[in-house]
């Protein structure tokens, strides 16, 4: 399945930049993720980045799930069957491969508002 011939990529409309001399969340945590071994503190800042909108693709079949979540690398395990739970629907399309993600959504309303 070719799938950039099908989703265009969007831009997305960021926060505007932090004034000179105001340090961010954000900013703290883009800098203690450019590591090559992310520390538990990096993994936990992650986890409280916020939701994100993701978009796999069946490697057996032509179908595509798009869906929202906080912790996307558990949710895949779940839809592969790794994990309990997940939803019923990615079941009959096992194995799904990451197809996009877009990460930085503060609620899960926002993420919704892209679907």
């Known amino acids: 399945m070719n799938l950039s011939a099908t989703f265009r990529s969007a831009k997305i409309p960021r926060a505007l930049p932090p ?5 961010t969340a ?3 945590a883009s800098a203690s993720c450019s590591s090559d071994r992310p520390s538990a503190e990096a993994a936990k800042e992650k986890a409280a980045s916020g939701w994100c909108v993701y978009l796999i693709a069946s ?3 032509a179908r595509t799930y798009v869906g929202v979540t906080t912790d ?4 895949l395990r779940q839809h592969n069957g790794e994990l309990k739970g997940g939803a019923k629907a990615s079941s009959a399309g ?3 491969s990451l197809a996009c993600l877009i990460e930085g959504f503060v609620n899960r309303s ?3 508002y892209l679907l």
């Open 59 to 61: 490697s057996r079949i």
């Open 94 to 96: 096992r194995p799904w």
């Open 72 to 75: 996307f690398p558990r949710h």
């Open 26 to 28: 954000a900013a703290a």
């Open 110 to 112: 926002e993420g919704y």
């Open 19 to 23: 004034k000179s001399g105001e340090a």
